[in-house]
């Protein structure tokens, strides 16, 4: 390592050392425009979903979304990887939040509690490019999106527990569309973004639906908004063509629930539910800790120990380059092992939590399936809607309303 | 007891009441996050912001050059002229068969011929990096730091870094150099 072998140079000739100016960037500034502009196109998109009812300002704001956040500011910070650093900062009060993540963490859930996943409309260039990209939209099966739909909420959870376990930030680290905006990076990566995009062409935003953990955060919102996108005023006159438009099968079909159960069976019910709720949630909280020191080998330190070990074991071997480090720096193994206990001792208990967690989701999602409600009408379903704005003018009875201009809020 | 009442009634009311109960949990969620995270930042100043290197720390591994995200790497070698100079005395970022010990491109460890310098007085040197050509490699930095001051040191560049949430180098580092600064210590500079 660096020694200083050399006394410091003293000039005869009374030179004097250059002043050494490194670029700084304008950070705070742009940091200011990214909020302002988040702001500004959630607010348009607001405006065009529940007021105007028009898609025309959404393809904008996603051209802009798409151009600035993607490819000027190469996506990061997004809110999508926000949670994890919000998670951080929740659990370890030495990690200290910058302000403006906060703002891109709590802004789009505000929108959603207030407007919906006004923010997914088009302000999210992630879910903007998905839009901007398709021309077709094949419905997929059922039982198909039901599964792959609990999969935003694991990743959710897997993502926490990294972040909280300071392990790794996977959302970043997997991040497929990341590689296109900044045209180069993981192979990997953009392959699967490039799979996606072209799936995303068929199909509606394959990876809002079935991967986007921060969608899922905001579907909680988007389904209890105080204001709600509403396809028209007048009476829905069930022909289906709202249905078949929404390309992320948000609109829930009429559904007569014919066999009207009786008191008895449906107390029945209510009891399976009370027995396979903690059944599933206990199930997932075992299964995960059990597995939790594999998982915890995501952790540098835990890496680092398991080498320092295997080393300590048969000393002949060639130093990796961690461990040149590890006994170069002459850290101790003591401190290591102190270290690696206490990430180990975390992830016992945060493996719990999530293990929990999930099999909570995998039980909300099997009650979901089996509580069956009767709808009148073609309903949307606002935790799913997106608020692409695509229905509106497939319906005819919004025609009618729109035209006579009287739209209310 | 009063969701039970209502679950008598109607279904119809019961939905109403759950949603409205919904939206006031949600509300009050918000409210309470929010708070809680308020009450956490601090001085803006202090803030985790840009990622640095510790150039105390960093062990000139290499992979610097090989695993940031952008295709040349943000990281660049810099050179503190205070710390020392004298290259033609310590020859550590010279190849070992270097013919001259002069900045010609053969005689670098440097396999860009980043190095370039400015002869001020015997046996002091001003260096300068090409930014453009610099890879970020560490092999100067290597010869360097073990033969000499270790004037020449990695760091990651403000203006070239896109900020990554999770800096894919820091992920590699075997030294664990790489965190993340405050806006008002913008670089990590050795002198
Ligand atoms: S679901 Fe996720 S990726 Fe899709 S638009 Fe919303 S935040 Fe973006
Ligand atoms: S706005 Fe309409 S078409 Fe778009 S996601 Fe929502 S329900 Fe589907
Ligand atoms: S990865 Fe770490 S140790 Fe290697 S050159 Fe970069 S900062 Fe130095
Ligand atoms: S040897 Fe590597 S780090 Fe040093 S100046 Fe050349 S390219 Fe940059
Ligand atoms: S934060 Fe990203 S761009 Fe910056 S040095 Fe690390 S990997 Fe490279």
Redesign the interface.
């Known amino acids: 390592?660096?020694?200083?072998?050399?006394p410091?140079?003293d000039?005869?000739?009374g030179?004097k050392?250059?002043e050494?100016h490194?670029?700084?960037?304008n950070?705070?500034l742009l940091v200011a425009i990214d909020i302002i502009l988040l702001v500004a196109l959630m607010g348009i998109v607001s405006w065009a979903v529940i007021k105007k009812r028009t898609r025309g300002p959404i393809l904008w704001v996603s051209v802009i979304s798409v151009a600035y956040f993607g490819f000027f500011r190469?996506g990061?910070?997004?809110s999508i990887?926000?949670v994890?650093?919000?998670a951080l900062?929740?659990t370890d009060?030495t990690?200290?939040?910058?302000?403006s993540v906060?703002l891109f963490f709590?802004l789009p859930?505000?929108f959603a509690?207030l407007f919906g996943r006004v923010f997914c409309a088009g302000v999210c260039p992630f879910g903007a490019l998905q839009e901007l990209v398709n021309i077709k939209n094949y419905k997929l099966p059922k039982a198909l999106t039901t599964v792959l739909g609990m999969m935003p909420w694991f990743y959710l959870i897997f993502a926490l527990l990294y972040a909280v376990t300071r392990s790794?930030?996977i959302i970043?680290?997997f991040d497929p569309f990341?590689g296109i905006f900044?045209l180069?990076?993981?192979i990997g990566m953009i392959t699967c973004g490039v799979i996606l995009l072209i799936m995303a062409m068929f199909t509606g935003r394959p990876f809002c639906r079935f991967f986007c953990p921060y969608g899922a955060l905001l579907s909680?919102?988007s389904?209890?908004?105080?204001w709600k996108i509403k396809l028209t005023d007048k009476p829905c006159i069930n022909c289906e063509l709202c249905h078949n438009a929404c390309p992320v099968d948000a609109i829930r079909p009429p559904y007569a629930n014919k066999a009207k159960e009786s008191r008895l069976r449906g107390v029945k019910r209510l009891l399976n539910y009370f027995v396979l709720l903690p059944l599933l949630i206990l199930c997932g909280a075992f299964l995960m800790r059990s597995v939790s020191s594999e998982l915890s080998r995501a952790n540098?330190e835990v890496r680092l120990y398991d080498m320092v070990m295997q080393h300590e074991a048969n000393p002949g071997d060639v130093l990796?380059?961690?461990l040149?480090?590890?006994y170069?720096?002459g850290d101790s193994i003591e401190g290591l092992t102190q270290r690696y206990e206490k990430v180990q001792a975390d992830f016992k208990l945060y493996t719990t939590i999530a293990g929990a967690l999930m099999g909570l989701v995998v039980a909300i999602t099997l009650i979901g399936l089996s509580v069956k409600?009767t709808r009148k009408q073609y309903e949307i379903d606002h935790a799913a809607c997106v608020g692409c704005a695509r229905c509106f003018s497939y319906c005819p009875q919004y025609k009618i309303g729109n035209e006579s201009g009287n739209i209310a809020l | 007891m009063e969701q039970k009442k209502e679950n008598k009634n109607s279904p119809i009311a019961r939905r109403k009441f759950l949603r409205v109960l919904g939206t006031a949990v949600a509300g009050g969620s918000i409210l309470a996050v929010s708070g809680v995270l308020a009450s956490r930042l601090k001085n803006e100043k202090e803030a985790s912001y840009y990622w640095q290197i510790d150039p105390q720390k960093c062990t000139h591994c290499g992979r610097c050059e090989t695993d940031c995200v952008l295709q040349v790497s943000a990281v660049k070698c810099f050179h503190a002229n205070k710390v020392c100079g004298y290259c033609d005395l310590c020859g550590g970022y010279f190849r070992s068969n270097a013919k001259e010990l002069n900045t010609a491109a053969e005689n670098l460890m440097c396999p860009t011929g980043a190095i370039q310098r400015k002869f001020v007085e015997d046996p002091y040197f001003e260096y300068t990096i090409d930014e453009s050509l610099c890879n970020g490699c560490g092999k100067c930095v290597k010869g360097c730091s073990s033969f000499g001051n270790g004037s020449l040191y990695l760091q990651i560049k403000r203006d070239l870094c896109t900020d990554c949430n999770e800096c894919k180098i820091a992920r590699v580092c075997p030294s664990d150099a790489i965190t993340r600064v405050s806006m008002d210590t913008a670089y990590k500079l050795k002198d």
Not at chain 1, 1 to 6: E, H, I, S, V
């Open positions: 390592m660096a020694q200083n072998r050399f410091k140079p000039f005869e000739s030179y050392y250059p050494i490194h670029a700084i960037p950070e705070e190469k990061c910070v997004c990887g926000s994890q650093n919000v900062a929740l009060n990690y200290a939040l910058p302000l906060l709590i859930v505000l509690f790794s930030f970043c680290r990341i900044r180069g990076g993981d909680i919102f389904s209890v908004s105080i540098k990796s380059l961690e040149e480090a590890f170069g720096q409600r």
